[in-house]
């Protein structure tokens, strides 16, 4: 369990490309304090999500790269009881630090991050329904969850549209971003028998369906901050967080387009990082600039 082959395949730096669901859930929140912001950051990131990590790789038990690692050692019993132990920490410290509700939330998210490999059930070889529920699950799920662990709120609390619009948007981010992901890995997923969205969508129609929904998800962001923040001037800065990656995807999609090769683990791991790193940088300005964050400190 304490294998340093164990511990790489908790991937605990790839939590940095899912924490623009928790910044932009603490952006919008209304009741921040030092401790519970905290310990919902730690609980998520640290243990939750490396949890689901080494879970889902104990049963891919992938020979080529995946996300966060090049080389992905093999995998053993050891990586199944720590992947467990983490889940067990999330849950017993978002009792102890949080609430009760936000366990059994942290909990719902184990459960079905476990689905997604496990043979009993292995959500990724269905297409559609893997890619809508790591779209729910990884966007609106967790985004109320981080709301309501960062704020102490019930779950009423997080049933309103200025929670639940911001956590639909990241919903749609994530449906953009997923079969991205996928996109390098047709030929192991083949050999598992997993029919992957990406797979479904081929490599090349992987590309067009990300830069459609991505074009989507813009439109949504620019309505949400005119509407929520008006004449605050976010969706400008926002188009401009974004630029990056754009440049990037487009950059990348030409090179793909020529050699269907060039979709590879390195070119999807530093789209990833320059999509991360712009969305955490926008929402941690937009944290700064909307709400009085500093002066708890």
Same mark, same amino acid.
């Given at each position: 369990?304490?294998?340093?082959?164990?511990?790489?395949?908790?991937?605990?730096?790839?939590?940095?490309?899912?924490?623009?669901?928790?910044?932009?859930?603490?952006?919008?929140?209304?009741?921040?304090?030092? =401790?519970? !912001?905290?310990? @919902?950051? $730690? %609980?998520?990131? +640290?243990?939750?999500?490396?949890?689901?990590? &080494?879970?889902?790789?104990?049963?891919?038990?992938?020979?080529?790269s995946i996300g966060g690692l090049k080389n992905p050692p093999k995998?053993?019993?050891?990586?199944?009881?720590?992947?467990?132990?983490?889940?067990?920490?999330?849950?017993?410290?978002?009792?102890v630090k949080i609430s009760i509700t936000f366990a059994i939330l942290?909990?719902?998210?184990?459960?079905?991050?476990?689905?997604?490999?496990?043979?009993?059930?292995?959500?990724?070889?269905?297409?559609?329904?893997?890619?809508?529920?790591?779209?729910?699950?990884?966007?609106?799920?967790?985004?109320?969850?981080?709301?309501?662990?960062?704020?102490?709120?019930?779950?009423? =609390?997080? !049933?309103?549209? @200025?929670? $639940? %619009?911001?956590? +639909?948007?990241?919903?749609?981010?994530?449906? &953009?971003?997923?079969?991205?992901?996928?996109?390098?890995?047709?030929?192991?997923?083949?050999?598992?028998?997993?029919?992957?969205?990406?797979?479904?969508?081929?490599?090349?129609?992987?590309?067009?369906?990300?830069?459609?929904?991505?074009?989507?998800?813009?439109?949504?962001?620019?309505?949400?901050?005119?509407?929520?923040?008006?004449?605050q001037g976010y969706e400008f800065i926002f188009l401009a967080a974004?630029?990056?990656?754009?440049?990037?995807?487009?950059?990348?999609?030409?090179?793909?387009?020529?050699?269907?090769?060039?979709?590879?683990?390195?070119?999807?791991?530093?789209?990833?990082?320059?999509?991360?790193?712009?969305?955490?940088?926008?929402?941690?300005? $937009?944290?700064?600039?909307?709400?009085?964050?500093?002066?708890?400190?």
């Amino acid at each position: 369990m304490f294998s340093r082959s164990a511990w790489l395949h908790l991937r605990i730096p790839f939590s940095y490309y899912l924490l623009p669901v928790f910044l932009f859930s603490l952006a919008v929140s209304p009741n921040i304090s030092p =401790n519970p !912001l905290l310990w @919902t950051f $730690l %609980i998520v990131h +640290l243990f939750l999500y490396p949890a689901s990590n &080494g879970y889902n790789s104990y049963f891919d038990k992938d020979e080529k790269s995946i996300g966060g690692l090049k080389n992905p050692p093999k995998v053993n019993l050891g990586l199944y009881y720590l992947s467990l132990l983490f889940d067990l920490i999330a849950i017993v410290l978002a009792v102890v630090k949080i609430s009760i509700t936000f366990a059994i939330l942290i909990f719902i998210y184990g459960i079905i991050s476990k689905a997604y490999s496990h043979p009993a059930v292995r959500l990724k070889k269905y297409p559609v329904a893997s890619w809508l529920i790591v779209g729910l699950f990884q966007g609106l799920f967790t985004f109320v969850m981080c709301y309501m662990g960062i704020n102490r709120f019930p779950v009423e =609390n997080a !049933l309103k549209p @200025t929670v $639940l %619009i911001p956590g +639909l948007l990241s919903t749609a981010q994530l449906l &953009g971003t997923y079969p991205i992901t996928q996109v390098y890995q047709h030929e192991e997923d083949g050999k598992r028998g997993d029919h992957t969205f990406s797979r479904m969508l081929g490599v090349r129609g992987t590309f067009w369906f990300v830069g459609g929904v991505f074009t989507l998800v813009a439109a949504g962001f620019i309505a949400y901050f005119y509407s929520f923040y008006p004449g605050q001037g976010y969706e400008f800065i926002f188009l401009a967080a974004l630029s990056p990656v754009v440049l990037f995807f487009l950059a990348w999609f030409w090179r793909v387009w020529q050699d269907e090769s060039r979709a590879n683990h390195a070119s999807t791991m530093w789209l990833n990082f320059i999509s991360a790193t712009c969305l955490n940088a926008f929402f941690i300005y $937009l944290l700064l600039d909307s709400t009085q964050l500093i002066q708890l400190f």
